[in-house]
């Protein structure tokens, strides 16, 4: 048959041939295939979107750790602080306490000391007084012995009460 | 045929090799399948000749019938006439020496042969792919199911989703209605072609009725959900209305330039091919020369390996193109200003 004359015939089979194996191919092989290329595709987004999920879950979590972790450290820096602070401030307050103790006492036993000397000297004192009276009885005693120590005695007064 | 007629007529010796009549032979339909000539026998199979002949119902019969009982040369052609049945040597097509007698010859030719062969084939094929993606559904495909999917992808996504756009009145993609036509289209095209090369193989895709009826499938897919916006477009076009009388008649010519140039494009790309090949292959014939042979035969297989390339890009203009005037016309208002026309 020559080139540009379509045979009738041809014309009629391809029809009917290309009407069916459209149709059975589209009900047969194209929808089930679009329909597994579809579905498959849908998988494998949700799938990477799950990855992506879980990965910002766990960096989320790893942050989360980490923000815990410091929070701990945080804690225990200032618990140890606060712990330091407290044994520092008992040991100055033990000292603080120690010394002003220490101070009281000294000062306690320099007033006892104070006063034992006062006394002491006080003692002293009298004794002294009481002496130099013993002594100057026994002295006056033996100098007015005679009558004429007295006498003069008596002149003396009586010339020192004249200049008055 | 002009050239074999010469040189009947001028009555030359029967084993003249005649190119012409040697290429027409290959390109062309025919009622017997063909395959090779060893020595004076033909290695042939006879296809049935069915006839409608309105009044009288629809007759039967080998296309062996043709043949005289001692067929055997070359040089005899099938001028045996059965019924009054025979085949014409100018044109190739039956005819009946009554010639007020009315028929419509609806054989099995050669090129119907192949046509059933093929559509067995892909159905064979692409219903053992989709198979194989329900048994081996959610894993990755293998075999033939890896060898056609990035195909269909490749169809849908770059093919159909690229070049129709726009959702259907139920917020369904377009593409989706059309993408069944558009995958047959594409690999009844490509596989074909494909068979078309293969030694002994029928032209199918080379063939003028055939490009011709594939071309009017995609005219009517194309018109059958064409929008108001497609239609507004040709008939009152964005121009001022004076221009009308000159654009009205472009763009309905320009309805039918369409398809005639998909069909146009197909049969001659195919049938250049073969033609082509079958001419360098007759060199060797002509000069009857080995050595010719030293050189055509490298030069034949580089041309069968751009005829494998020409195959399945053939198949991607016409696909490609479908597309592109099924989405012309089905296109919204929106996207259609974007265009600028």
């Known amino acids: 048959m020559e080139f540009v004359t379509p045979g009738l015939g041809l014309i009629f089979w391809q029809f009917v041939v290309f009407i069916c194996l459209l149709l059975i191919l589209k009900k047969f092989a194209w929808k089930p295939i679009t329909a597994a290329l579809h579905e498959r595709e849908h998988s494998i987004d949700s799938a990477l979107k799950a990855a992506e999920e879980a990965k910002r879950e766990m960096s989320k979590l790893k942050a989360d750790n980490e923000k815990l972790l410091e929070e701990a450290r945080l804690e225990r820096d200032s618990i140890v602080k606060l712990a330091r602070q407290t044994a520092d401030g008992l040991i100055e307050e033990a000292k603080d306490k120690a010394t002003t103790e220490s101070n009281r006492i000294v000062e306690a036993a320099r007033l006892a000391i104070q006063q034992e000397r006062q006394a002491a000297i006080q003692d002293i004192k009298q004794q002294v007084a009481s002496l130099s009276l013993e002594i100057a009885e026994v002295v006056l005693r033996n100098q007015l012995k005679d009558d004429a120590a007295q006498r003069a005695l008596v002149n003396k007064l009586v010339d020192d009460a004249k200049l008055n | ?341």
Do not use: C
């Open chain 2, 1 to 341: 045929m002009s050239y074999a007629q010469e040189h009947a007529a001028s009555g030359h010796e029967e084993e003249t090799f005649k190119i012409g009549e040697m290429i027409e032979h290959h390109v062309v339909d025919s009622h017997e399948w063909h395959f090779a000539t060893v020595g004076h026998t033909h290695i042939t199979l006879p296809l049935p000749v069915i006839l409608y002949i309105p009044g009288q119902g629809v007759e039967v019969f080998s296309s062996s019938r043709f043949h005289s009982e001692g067929f055997k040369d070359e040089g005899e052609k099938q001028e045996h006439t059965y019924k009054g049945f025979y085949i014409d040597e100018l044109d190739g097509h039956l005819k009946n020496t009554d010639a007020s007698l009315k028929f419509y010859d609806l054989s099995i030719t050669k090129n119907v042969a192949s046509l059933f062969l093929s559509a067995a084939i892909l159905i064979f094929v692409f219903t053992n792919i989709a198979s194989a993606y329900k048994r081996r559904s959610g894993q990755a495909p293998k075999g033939m199911q890896s060898l056609f999917e990035p195909i269909v992808v490749f169809i849908r996504d770059d093919i159909a989703k690229a070049n129709i756009t726009g959702k259907d009145k139920h917020g369904q993609p377009m593409y989706e209605k059309f993408l069944p036509y558009l995958l047959t289209v594409f690999f009844f095209i490509w596989f074909n072609n494909l068979l078309g090369l293969l030694p002994g193989g029928a032209n199918l895709t080379g063939n003028i009725a055939v490009t011709m009826f594939l071309a009017v499938a995609t005219l009517v897919t194309t018109h059958i959900r064409s929008n108001k916006y497609y239609w507004g477009h040709i008939f009152a076009p964005p121009v001022p209305p004076a221009l009308w009388v000159i654009m009205v008649p472009i763009e309905v010519i320009g309805i039918l330039t369409k398809p005639i140039s998909l069909m146009i494009r197909l049969f001659a790309n195919i049938t250049a091919g073969h033609i082509i090949i079958l001419s360098l292959l007759g060199l060797i014939f002509i000069f009857k020369n080995a050595l010719v042979g030293g050189v055509v035969v490298p030069f034949v297989l580089f041309l069968n390996g751009i005829e494998l390339m020409v195959a399945i890009l053939q198949a991607y203009v016409f696909t490609l193109l479908s597309s592109m005037y099924i989405g012309s016309a089905v296109e919204g208002h929106e996207s259609h200003d974007d265009l600028g026309h």
